[in-house]
């Protein structure tokens, strides 16, 4: 690893260390990232270091599988994503970075009648929230993926949900854009620099403890996905957030096939096209907590066949990468986000499966809280901490593009 950032972000040179920021954001993922930038850019809040451990981006935002979407369950879902997807169409132009932004649908399949039902409610909460989804027939998936097997063993497609606004964008190029203009704006990034514990007096964080000394804050926002439970335990913040690996896979590339995403969660399988041909096959979690990123045969073996069951002709395509990411699973399938029993140290958390899409919209929301010293955003109150103890969980369980 070095400290020199990819040649394409073309950000300043590293800098020494200050001993002290008005902010600290700790991650420098995605989320990390756009925090930085929506502080500098509408709140004039520059004093601000990123810190990341490990290379810009290589957490999860580099791992993902790059879906797009806001065809969730619940009000608060839907409209939380919705207004990220709406940010999404605007980045490139934002940044005068090309993020790869490609609108391409996604389709869900039911292969029960109880889907067909959960579907039907979906799509209406989705329509009533402004969303577009709706549920379309045999005749009209044929017609959308002519490729698709219609009657995967077992499991004949009985109808789907049909989401247009489904897209991708590349994921480097999100956390590239985000740094350089937030590093435009006074926002320092310091790659290899990890925190490893705090300085807290009188119910406040005073200062991080990193492997490149003490660094003094005004505030801390923590924003390291699949590490959240490893900060919070050093503060004594208890969350309900278990850490699974979660893999997936790239084939050689192909002619143009596959426009639309393709998910079924009774297969635990998704399948989509990159622009470069390949084909990205993502599923369910491992089936145990672990802290780790290595790859495993009996995934690979598992996801593949469900894959094939869905386009027969995969069986002779030959797999290029197989690789994992450490996600923190909530038991509602929802983040936390928002303020903790610290004063002045705010979560960006729990974003398990499902946070890339979430990007703009995290950072806009946890600039504004922070900003504000603590107001929270009505877009994120429904995340937060507290809902696990009042019972109000935001349960998006059946919104998930494969089951985890
Ligand atoms: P990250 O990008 O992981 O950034 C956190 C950073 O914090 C890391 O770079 C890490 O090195 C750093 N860090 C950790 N601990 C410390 C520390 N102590 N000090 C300093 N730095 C630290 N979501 C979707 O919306 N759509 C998808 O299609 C999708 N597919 C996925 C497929 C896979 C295989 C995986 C693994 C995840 C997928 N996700 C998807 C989830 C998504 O990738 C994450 O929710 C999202 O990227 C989280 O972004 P982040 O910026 O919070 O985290």
């Known amino acids: 690893l070095s400290s020199e950032y990819p040649a394409e972000v073309d950000l300043p040179a590293p800098k020494d260390l200050k001993p002290s920021y008005d902010v ?12 930085a930038y929506y502080l500098s850019k509408y709140h004039g809040v520059t004093n601000v270091a ?7 981006g290589g957490g999860n935002t580099a791992r993902n599988t790059a879906v797009i979407r806001s065809n969730y369950l619940t009000s608060e879902g839907v409209k939380f994503y919705a207004e990220s997807v709406r940010m999404f169409k605007e980045l490139s132009n934002e940044f005068d970075f090309n993020i790869m932004y490609s609108e391409r649908g996604q389709l869900t ?11 039907r409610q979906r799509a209406e909460v989705n329509k009533h929230f ?23 063993g077992h499991l004949p497609v009985l109808a789907g949900l049909w989401h247009i606004d489904g897209a991708t964008a590349r994921h480097d190029a999100v956390a590239w854009g985000y740094a350089k203009q937030a590093a435009k704006r006074g926002v320092e990034i310091h790659q290899l620099t990890e925190v490893q514990d705090f300085v807290v007096e009188n119910g406040r964080i005073k200062a ?14 923590q924003a390291i996905a699949g590490a959240s439970s490893l900060l919070m335990n050093k503060l004594g913040i208890r969350a309900p957030i278990h850490t699974y690996p979660l893999q997936a896979m790239v084939t050689q590339p192909f002619k143009p096939f596959l426009d639309p995403l393709v998910s079924s969660s009774a297969l635990h399988c998704y399948v989509q096209q990159t622009g470069r041909g390949e084909v990205v096959i993502g599923g369910g979690s491992d089936p145990y907590p672990l802290y780790n990123t290595r790859s495993t045969l009996e995934l690979k073996e598992g996801l593949l066949a469900h894959a094939i069951e869905m386009f027969p002709f995969l069986a002779n395509a030959r797999l290029m990468r197989q ?12 983040p936390i986000m928002g303020r903790s029993p610290i004063d002045n140290y705010y979560l960006d958390a729990g974003w398990g499966t499902w946070g890339f899409k979430s990007t703009p919209i995290c950072g806009k929301t946890m600039a504004e809280l922070v900003a504000s010293g ?20 935001v349960n998006e369980m059946g919104a998930t593009a494969a089951s985890h």
């Open 109 to 119: 399949l039911a292969h029960t009648d109880a889907t067909v039902r959960a579907f």
């Open 130 to 152: 402004g969303g577009r989804t709706e549920m379309i027939d045999r005749q009209q998936i044929r017609e959308l993926v002519p490729t698709l097997n219609m009657d995967p």
């Open 50 to 56: 990123v810190l990341e451990k490990s290379y810009l």
């Open 374 to 393: 603590g107001k929270t955003p009505a877009l994120i109150a429904p995340f937060a901490l507290e809902r696990f103890s009042t019972f109000q969980q």
């Open 323 to 334: 690789w994992a990411g450490m996600t923190d699973m909530t038991p509602d399938y929802s």
């Open 208 to 221: 991080v403890k990193t492997n490149r000394g003490t660094v003094q804050c005004g505030c801390a926002v």
């Open 24 to 35: 600290v954001i700790i991650g420098g993922g995605g989320h990390g990232l756009a925090t």
